[in-house]
């Protein structure tokens, strides 16, 4: 009987610690969340600063859990939020949950050289035959450093 | 000097006592020897081989009797691919696709090109497990443990070098070897870090 109230007690505290929120490194010290969709249109307004976004999470890192790729759910424009490894561990779990994240705005440029690199992996992850005739301009893309993040 | 022990008593008692403790750590540290033996081979070849998750992705055409004009018929797609899992919810992820989250798994939909992308994913709990505390993801308490087991493999690794002695101790083979271990990690220094 004892065992049983045990159990029960665990389970309910369990299901409770589910449903709350988690702290992802540094607390979150704004209040006004920036849209992704805002970021999405204009990013090179954004870079260099440090900005609050939330949006559900579509995918993390399954390696070394040091990403999440969070999605504004009415425009649909995602953004891709970049830890330092092994400051912050993105559980697997967090996909569907919604997160608020905190962090400086990045742009990353590629050299060429790096870009038709990661053309070959991808098509090789796809399965498809690369052709260097597809990479006409060295990538450019923007992401989030995250410095903090709070995940329900 | 009658009543004083001779010199090598003190020796023979500190190489006992140093052995008895070497031993004892060995005891003591064993499960954490093998957990970072484990996880860190896990976590050396983690670029080929995901030690957390075993995912497996399946991806085909949906149905062409399902109509993607209204609201996203996410019963009927899953039924259509096969699926058991129960939604846990849905997003929409870009313009045309949407993400619909089955627990850990999950079910990427192209409404355009009218494709699907089906990702199961289990996890590898003890290598996962392992990993994250060698990755000293649960900080805290954790810790200060895995500081005296770094503290326990130096003291073994000191008292390592005069145990088993052998004939010349460290001027002779030991020295070497000893010498060589310490040597090869700075040769990657000097080649990869400089």
């Not at chain 2, 484990?38 to 957390?52: F, K, Q, Y």
């Not at chain 2, 409404?111 to 649960?138: D, G, I, K, S």
Request: a positive charge; one cysteine or more; charged letters at 25%.
């Amino acid at each position: 009987m004892m065992l049983k109230s045990a159990l029960f007690t665990l389970l309910s505290l369990s299901l409770l610690l589910a449903g709350e929120a988690k702290q992802y490194g540094k607390k979150l010290t704004l209040e006004k969340t920036t849209p992704i969709e805002a970021i999405d249109k204009a990013p090179e307004s954004f870079v260099g600063k440090t900005v609050l976004v939330e949006g559900t999470v579509v995918d993390v890192c399954k390696k070394r859990g040091c990403w999440i790729k969070v999605v504004d759910d009415k425009s649909g424009s995602s953004l891709l939020v970049k830890v330092k490894d092994g400051e912050i561990v993105f559980p697997l779990e967090a996909r569907g949950k919604t997160a608020r994240v905190e962090g400086v705005f990045q742009k990353l440029e590629s050299t060429m050289e790096e870009t038709v690199e990661h053309a070959k992996k991808a098509c090789k992850l796809e399965g498809k035959e690369f052709d260097p005739a597809t990479v006409t301009k060295p990538d450019v893309s923007y992401r989030l450093k995250a410095l903090g993040a709070v995940i329900k | 000097m009658a009543g004083c022990p001779p010199a090598f008593f003190f020796d023979m008692t500190f190489r006992n006592r140093l052995r008895q403790l070497h031993r004892d750590f060995g005891y003591f540290f064993f499960g954490m020897s093998v957990i970072f033996a484990v996880s860190g081979l896990a976590v050396n070849h983690i670029d080929d081989w995901n030690p957390n998750y075993d995912i497996r992705v399946k991806t085909g055409r949906l149905d062409s009797a399902l109509s993607l004009a209204g609201p996203l018929p996410i019963t009927q797609i899953a039924r259509s691919i096969g699926l058991q899992d129960s939604v846990t919810g849905y997003v929409r992820s870009d313009r045309h696709r949407f993400m619909i989250f089955l627990g850990t798994n999950s079910l990427e939909i192209d409404t355009l090109r009218r494709t699907y992308r089906y990702e199961q994913v289990e996890e590898r709990w003890l290598l996962h497990a392992f990993n994250r505390l060698h990755l000293n993801e649960l900080k805290n308490g954790w810790v200060f443990f895995s500081d005296f087991f770094a503290l326990g493999l130096f003291f073994m690794a000191v008292s390592g070098l005069f145990l088993n002695r052998g004939r010349n101790g460290l001027k002779g083979r030991g020295g070497w070897l000893a010498l060589a271990g310490v040597l090869i990690p700075f040769i990657f220094v000097f080649l990869y870090l400089m």
